[in-house]
């Protein structure tokens, strides 16, 4: 019973930066993690970036270690995505997504936003 509303997607330069931003409204407390997805064209949703609600470790995917860094604000119920660097290959539709259930599964979605990085 969670919903995510995102913002920030757009157009950037190769070398610029774009920050997401994603924001959780309903049963906060069962959120145990927020995760960043992604998926270009013809391939599958990859992971990105994933932050414990409350405590815990960060995880990132390789292709975005040094560029890309997550975060949490719980007291607003938001989590952001800051991208740093940004490669044409970072192109894709980004989720925000949350785990509600200590499974490994991402149970609730954003509704997507477009990234796009041009050279």
């Known amino acids: 019973q969670v919903q995510l509303v995102e913002s920030g997607g757009g157009l950037v330069q190769a070398g610029g930066s774009l920050r997401l931003s994603c924001a959780v409204s309903?049963?906060?407390?069962?959120?145990?993690?927020m995760g960043w997805f992604r998926q270009a064209p013809g391939k599958e949703r990859e992971f990105v970036a994933s932050?414990?609600?409350?405590?815990?470790?960060?995880y990132y995917a390789d292709s975005v270690k040094g560029r890309f860094t997550i975060s949490r604000d719980s007291a607003k119920n938001t989590v952001a995505l800051q991208m740093n660097s940004l490669k044409p290959e970072d192109t894709a539709v980004y989720y925000c997504?949350?785990?509600?259930?200590?499974?490994?599964?991402?149970?609730?979605w954003g509704q997507g936003t477009q990234v796009t990085v041009s050279s």
């Open positions: 997504a949350t785990m509600t259930k200590i499974n490994g599964k991402y149970d609730y």
């Open positions: 309903g049963r906060t407390f069962s959120t145990y993690r």
């Open positions: 932050i414990p609600w409350s405590v815990g470790l960060t």
